[in-house]
């Protein structure tokens, strides 16, 4: 018998890579794989971090609120140790997102640029 | 409000939780502004009977700031960190607040730093400081200075 594919429907779905999937950020109580109260598409836009010693994940957006005010003291919001913020292996658009959220930051407050997540740049983990 | 969604998350939390003792009292100014009635059952010191209202303001910049926490009504529970207005001074309400930190967390703290006090008295510096204590707690330079009560 031959079976010719007339129309091929492909679904794909994405998460971040972080050990526990249920968790939620600790700033926002939102899942990672949504957004930050200030960003309207998940993925690339509103990307993850997590802190270098502690090992603990935020919505780059959220951690970077708290670590610019003067009451943080630096220190991770889960456990008091000094945030070192580090972009996992493969989030490639994190560190140009910081520098957009910090350089706005005075005049343009919670109006993060956004971009479409884009799938394809495997930025992400992508599961078929 | 940027994180309303949060506290809209806490608000189910809160209207769900049963903690003996606490009991969260959602108020019409809206969902960042709560009242809790706390009972403290096994201190001398308190009536078990008597409920000591707290109220929880949490403003615009909520949970990167912390809310505004003080006690009100007529009776003020006895404590050497509480000052007859209702202000507190603990540390989670200033500078040792984090975001990671919550409406019920912050009872759940004043809860037990009243079950575990053992002075019947007030600050030492009370009538200093109510004499001119602005009306937010939150505006007040706090020093804490006493790790052990």
């Known amino acids: 018998m031959k079976v010719t594919f ?15 999937q249920d968790d939620l950020c600790g700033i926002c109580r939102v ?20 802190g270098e010693s502690c090992h603990h994940n935020f919505h780059m957006h959220c951690i970077t609120k708290w670590l610019q005010t003067d009451a943080s003291k630096g220190l991770c919001p889960m456990c008091r140790q000094d945030f070192k913020m580090v972009f996992p292996a ?14 706005d930051s005075n005049n343009n407050e919670g109006g993060h640029q956004q971009t479409e997540p884009n799938p394809e740049n495997g930025n992400q983990d992508i599961l078929a | 409000m940027a994180y309303k969604r949060r506290l809209l998350k806490e608000m189910q ?19 960042n502004h709560w009242y809790v009635d706390i009972n403290i059952v096994d201190n001398p010191i308190y009536d078990p009977a008597h409920a000591f209202r707290l109220e929880i303001v949490a403003g615009d910049e ?17 404590h050497p960190h509480v000052y ?18 919550s409406i019920r967390s912050i009872a759940l703290s004043i809860q037990s730093m009243l079950q575990g006090n053992t002075k019947n008295e007030r600050p030492p510096d009370d009538e200093r ?21």
């Open chain 1, 90 to 103: 493969g989030i490639d658009n994190a560190r140009e997102h910081l520098g957009m959220v910090l350089g």
């Open chain 1, 6 to 20: 007339k129309k091929w429907h492909a679904v794909t779905y994405w998460h971040w890579s972080v050990p526990n």
């Open chain 2, 84 to 101: 007859s207005n209702g202000h507190i001074c603990l540390n989670i309400l200033g500078d040792g607040w984090t975001p990671a930190q």
């Open chain 2, 13 to 31: 939390t809160l209207l769900d939780l049963s903690i003996p003792g606490l009991k969260f009292i959602p108020t019409e100014d809206g969902i």
């Open chain 1, 31 to 50: 899942s990672f794989d949504g957004t930050c109260p200030s960003c309207t598409y998940p993925g690339d836009s509103c990307p993850l971090v997590v």
């Open chain 2, 62 to 78: 909520y949970p990167i700031e912390p809310p505004m926490v003080k006690f009100i009504g007529q009776e003020i529970p006895l």
């Open chain 2, 129 to 149: 400081y109510i004499s001119h204590a602005p009306q937010n707690p939150r505006s007040s330079g706090w020093v804490y200075h006493d790790d052990n009560v």
